[in-house]
């Protein structure tokens, strides 16, 4: 019997995922989130990941924060954001289940952080170190990010993507998506908009996921 095995029956407890791109789809975009005064939570956005957990997806965070290795702030700072995300979103109701990111970036100014990496977006490496830590059921996982990166994400990963209008998405939409191969399954208004999607596929009449897993039993509380 496999991690992903319940004790009886063989019943599944893979959850689907939500991994979540951050600025621009959680905050606000503005620019590089270089001090903690410009990280701003959108409207909606603890709304949604609690309505995402009470439906028993998974929410992951996967941030590209290049800023690390270009020395335009400590990695110190993006822990920093991160506590009070989740400080944020605990008032709320909501929880996200891990934040990762990627501080990389192949010609940067820190020596340490300086290097092509597995994982900064659209490379996978950030979901294969999600589904290391959880037992994701990815066929009906998500993405859902303000860039065409992210959906470029989404397609390497073999997962959906969902695109928000958030932060750069209208202009990505707009402007870049025409001639970018790899196209949102969905678009949503904002990451509540997709949230409530989602929930909705969920529910008699709609597409329903692949196979009906049972509402999953754990919870892993996990804060890198
Ligand atoms: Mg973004
Ligand atoms: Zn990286």
């Known amino acids: 019997m496999g991690d992903n095995e319940a004790p009886q029956g063989g019943i599944s407890l893979k959850k689907p995922a939500v991994f979540m791109d951050r600025d621009g789809t959680i905050n606000e975009q503005m620019g590089y989130i270089n001090h903690i005064t410009r990280f701003i939570l959108l409207p909606g956005s603890a709304e949604a990941i609690r309505l995402l957990n009470s439906h028993g997806f998974l929410t992951i965070v996967v941030s590209n924060q290049s800023g690390v290795a270009r020395g335009y702030f400590p990695i110190d700072l993006v822990h920093e954001v991160h506590r009070r995300l989740q400080q944020f979103l605990q008032q709320e109701g909501a929880v996200l289940d891990a934040i990762l ?6 010609n940067g100014k820190v020596p340490e952080y300086s290097k092509t990496c597995a994982c900064r977006k659209p490379r996978t490496g950030m979901i294969e170190e999600a589904c290391r830590q959880f037992s994701i059921d990815m066929a009906n996982s998500f993405v859902v990010g303000d860039r065409c990166t992210d959906m470029e994400l989404a397609a390497r990963a073999g997962l959906k993507g969902i695109l928000v ?16 191969p790899y196209r949102p399954f969905h678009v949503a208004d ?6 409530q999607w989602l929930v909705r596929r969920d529910r008699p009449g709609g597409p329903g996921r692949k196979k009906n897993h049972p509402a999953p039993v754990i919870r892993s509380l996990l804060f890198p």
């Open 190 to 195: 904002d990451l509540l908009d997709a949230a």
């Open 165 to 180: 209008r958030t932060g750069y998405g209208l202009g990505d939409l707009e402007y870049v998506m025409p001639n970018f």
């Open 101 to 106: 990111f990627c501080p990389h970036y192949p």
